[in-house]
């Protein structure tokens, strides 16, 4: 039988996963990422082999609800499906503390299931105590609206001093999965295609994600 030859994939990918290093932003008291050398090239080595030591929630990452709840789930035993699919990206940049339904408002029609909001002119590189958060009463209004996934470009869906998570427990509650430290400087408001799959870290509370937005394909005749 003849093979038939796959069409190239020709849309646009943009990569919009914060970098990983030892100088990346760390929430306050956590473990910032480190690496050591345990091997290296030589005439009695074949391999470079390094280890690391991190954080989950350094860099882009996914939280699970086991980050906020005692019996939440790990993030490896999580559906994959919320974290791969349409989504659109909705600016909100300098909305103060709190993103607000009205912050969201003029990009709602006909929503996709994944949201992701920019808050930063430029994605921050060092800590960031005033970062901007979401209200609780906006992902309560996102969930009604069929939304699975929200993201943000902030370290946190909470301001960063908040010791009752408000917005974690409505992610608890209302089933709704998270990506935090998203890069979306060079990302347009509209919709794509995310890709944002989450390790199968069986135990964890959170997963590193490498978070990629595609362009949707186009209609064809």
């Known amino acids: 039988m003849a093979a038939f030859p796959l069409e190239p994939d020709v849309r646009q ?17 956590d473990v910032p990422y480190s690496q050591q050398w345990c091997a290296t ?3 009695d080595c074949p391999v470079n082999l390094s280890a690391m030591t991190l954080s989950p929630h350094v860099g882009t990452h996914a939280d ?16 994959l499906e919320p974290f791969i699919g349409p989504c659109r990206v909705i600016h909100a940049m300098h909305c103060g503390p709190l993103i607000e339904w009205h912050h969201l408002a003029h990009a709602l029609t ?12 430029q994605a921050p590189t060092q800590w960031d ?17 069929g ?10 869906i909470d301001p960063a001093d908040s ?7 409505v992610l608890y509650r209302r089933q709704l999965r998270v990506l935090e430290n998203l890069v979306l400087d060079a990302v347009s408001e509209g919709d794509y295609e995310l890709i944002a799959l989450p390790l199968r870290l069986i135990g964890a509370d959170a997963s590193p ?12 005749a």
Do not use: C, K, M
Not at 17 to 29: D, E, K, L
Not at 64 to 79: F, Q, R, S
Not at 209 to 220: D, E, G, T, W, Y
């Open 13 to 29: 990918l943009w990569d919009i996963s914060a970098p990983v290093h030892p100088g990346s932003p760390v929430y306050p008291g």
């Open 129 to 145: 105590a005033a970062l901007t958060a979401f209200a609780p009463e906006t992902l309560e209004r996102l969930a009604d609206a």
């Open 147 to 156: 939304v699975v996934l929200v993201g943000t470009d902030s370290a946190s």
């Open 110 to 121: 006909a929503l996709p299931p994944r949201v992701l909001v920019r808050t930063y002119p």
């Open 64 to 79: 699970a609800p086991l980050h906020y709840a005692a019996n939440g789930v790990a993030v490896g035993l999580l559906a």
């Open 209 to 220: 994600v490498r978070a990629v937005l595609r362009s949707l394909p186009q209609n064809r």
């Open 41 to 43: 090239l030589s005439a």
């Open 163 to 169: 010791t009752q998570l408000p917005g974690h427990q």
